[in-house]
Nanobody
Framework: QVQLVESGGGSVQAGDSLRLSCAPS????????TGWFRQAPGKEREFLAG????????VYADSVRGRFTISTDNAKDTVYLQMNSLKREDTAIYYC????????????????WGQGTQVTVSS
């Protein structure tokens, strides 16, 4: 029943910025890491960025490195994706997902997902 909720999406012009948020729905939970993904119509889901629970370790896809920044707050509950210099090709549904820190998830799969938030970039 544990879920994540994304927020902060919307319609913007090319060159604008958005900050997406990913927060637990209901009770908090332990996780190894949290990642951001996106999926455009007719395309495969794409990994964008990941961050460890501590926030000390991050990884970025080449497509967004230098433009997007992933971060977490002091409570380590909410994860953010700061998106700068947005391009039309960034238009997609953006999802966050967590690697739940459970005995069942020893392979650290992204097993907890949000419902997605739409980002539309026009030019």
């Amino acid at each position: 029943q544990v879920q994540l909720v994304e927020s902060g999406g919307g319609s913007v012009q090319a060159g604008d910025s958005l900050r997406l948020s990913c927060a637990p729905s209901g009770r908090t939970f332990s996780r190894y890491a949290t990642g951001w993904f996106r999926q455009a119509p007719g395309k495969e889901r794409e990994f964008l960025a990941g961050i460890s629970w501590s926030g000390r370790d991050t990884v970025y896809a080449d497509s967004v490195r230098g433009r997007f920044t992933i971060s977490t707050d002091n409570a380590k509950d909410t994860v953010y994706l700061q998106m700068n210099s947005l391009k039309r090709e960034d238009t997609a549904i953006y999802y966050c997902a967590a690697q739940g820190a459970t005995l069942q998830n020893r392979h650290r799969e992204y097993d907890i997902w949000g419902q997605g938030t739409q980002v539309t970039v026009s030019s």
